[in-house]
Nanobody, 119 residues
Framework: QVQLVESGGGFVQAGGSLRLSCTASGIPFSSKAMGWFRQAPGKQREYVASISSGGTTKYADFVKGRFTISRDNAKNTVYLQSDSLTPEDTAVYYC?????????????WGQGTQVTVSS
């Protein structure tokens, strides 16, 4: 059974940090690119960051220098360290698995974890 389970979301004040985790099961994790999207209320889902099977990373411009994506293949887990959070980062964060870092087809999705940043 394929599962991507996110955790680590919560409520934080502006300027604070959160580390999101996404643990996968039932997929060939080490061979997949993994990444994160987010969706704020009333807005479309937007790309945040991704990491290839080999560790190459890619970020949306609005998180560069603030967020760091990493992975631990031994734990089938991808992380999103989110620092210097602002209220504009408030959203549901979803992790995904894809064939490659540049893929536009996403094979697997998690259920999402809520991040709320207060001003």
């Amino acid at each position: 059974q394929v599962q991507l389970v996110e955790s680590g979301g919560g409520f934080v004040q502006a300027g604070g940090s959160l580390r999101l985790s996404c643990t996968a099961s039932g997929i060939p994790f080490s061979s997949k690119a993994m990444g994160w999207f987010r969706q704020a209320p009333g807005k479309q889902r937007e790309y945040v960051a991704s990491i290839s099977s080999g560790g190459t990373t890619k970020y949306a411009d609005f998180v560069k220098g603030r967020f760091t994506i990493s992975r631990d293949n031994a734990k089938n887990t991808v992380y999103l360290q989110s620092d210097s959070l602002t209220p504009e980062d408030t959203a549901v964060y979803y992790c995904y698995g894809a064939p490659s870092i540049g893929a536009t087809r996403y094979d697997y999705w998690g259920q999402g974890t809520q991040v709320t940043v207060s001003s």
